[in-house]
């Protein structure tokens, strides 16, 4: 059983950066495809982007080219770096891996 905890979250100004953090424990060998989704105030939670094994990580057009995600297996550990963050990214992040997710971490963006 893995269980996942995210933190990093916090309130930023638009253009600003945030670093999230997503730890890992329990059974680390069983998670092959590991990302990130948001759910903003009144809306659906949607995928921002995941890393699958060691390929090149995907994400989704709304954050392409602002939000970076990237994996430590030594600290089991998978990182989204946001950088040029817009109002509209405001949402709660959520961590997952297949069949489990974390229990999110706000991120607010002020205009």
């Known amino acids: 059983q893995v269980q996942l905890v995210e933190s990093g979250g916090g309130l930023v100004q638009a253009g600003g950066s945030l670093r999230l953090s997503c730890a890992a424990s329990?059974?680390?060998?069983?998670?092959?495809?590991w990302g990130w989704y948001r759910q903003a105030p009144g809306k659906q939670r949607e995928w921002v982007g995941h890393?699958?094994?060691?390929?090149?990580?995907k994400y989704a057009e709304s954050v392409k080219g602002r939000f970076t995600i990237s994996r430590d297996n030594a600290k089991n550990t998978l990182y989204l770096q946001m950088i040029s963050l817009k109002p509209e990214d405001t949402a709660v992040y959520y961590c997952?891996?297949?069949?489990?997710w974390g229990q999110g971490t706000l991120v607010t963006v002020s205009s």
């Open positions: 997952n891996a297949p069949n489990v």
């Open positions: 329990g059974s680390i060998s069983s998670i092959v495809i």
């Open positions: 890393i699958i094994g060691g390929s090149l990580p």
